[in-house]
């Protein structure tokens, strides 16, 4: 069983930067890409950014330009350094690893914004 861990939410003023990490306990390689999500009060869980195993990058048109998704695979870890931060941005941040049979999902992390 692999454990996903979320770090580095909190509060912040808009404008303002965050760095959120997901830590693996096995050994990154293994997903195909690892996915970051957010879920707002009241909302579906949505789709943030994507790194592959190769290193392509993916992002949702909300987060483009300001959200850069990053891993280290020495520390089995991803970032997801969010900057220009705005109040829509609240939610709690998700990441999943994927692999060709199952995907794991962290517990989460709070990231709110305020105006």
């Known amino acids: 069983q692999v454990r996903m861990v979320e770090s580095g939410g909190g509060l912040v003023q808009a404008g303002g930067s965050l760095r959120l990490s997901c830590v693996a306990s096995?050994?990154?390689?293994?997903?195909?890409?690892i996915d970051w999500y957010r879920q707002a009060p009241g909302r579906q869980r949505e789709f943030v950014a994507l790194?592959?195993?190769?290193?392509?990058?993916n992002y949702a048109d909300s987060v483009k330009g300001r959200f850069t998704i990053s891993r280290d695979n020495a520390k089995n870890t991803v970032f997801l350094q969010m900057n220009s931060l705005k109040p829509e941005d609240t939610a709690v941040y998700y990441c999943?690893?994927?692999?060709?049979?199952?995907?794991?999902w962290g517990q989460g992390t709070q990231v709110t914004v305020s105006s």
């Open positions: 999943k690893g994927t692999t060709p049979y199952v995907a794991y």
């Open positions: 096995g050994n990154i390689l293994i997903f195909n890409d």
């Open positions: 790194i592959t195993k190769s290193g392509s990058t």
